[in-house]
């Protein structure tokens, strides 16, 4: 039979999971109630409805057109460990988390006309829309977002060789 310090331990074991799995779904950008988005199209809108309505999100053909040209700066928005194991060439580190410190040297760089492709891992990620709002917030007006990010980037790389 139960007694009520099991009854309340569990209770707070309950309490505690729940607390934890909010949090988790806080820290990536998921509803805790809501369903996550499950396909590229449900992804491509969620990211579409968080991000400024200025700031276009393009996909791999304009982005490697851009690429080939040298017409754009590519912004990589990921954490600095995943942008050290790969990124796309000559693409700039650039974190939303220490936008305050890197800024100052990043606006000495690249003035407010610069065109920018900011991306991150891919629709599964939001660190790259999250910078690109901040980085229009502070006066930047040419963004573009690159929605499939690192791993496609990578993945149709690796298909043409």
Known sequence: MLTLKNII?????????????????RRVDNSFFGIPPINDDEKYTEARKRLNKEIPLVKFDAVEKDFQ?????FVDARTEEEYKKGHIEDAIF?????????LPEFLQKYPFNAPLIIYCGGLECSASVDLANQLYDVGYRKIEVYSGGWNEWKTRHQEKK
């Open 94 to 102: 650039l974190s939303q988390h220490s936008l305050e410190k890197q």
């Open 9 to 25: 331990i569990s209770l707070l074991i309950l309490l505690l999971a729940c607390q934890l799995g909010y949090l988790n779904a």
């Open 69 to 73: 040209d040298n017409s754009k700066i």
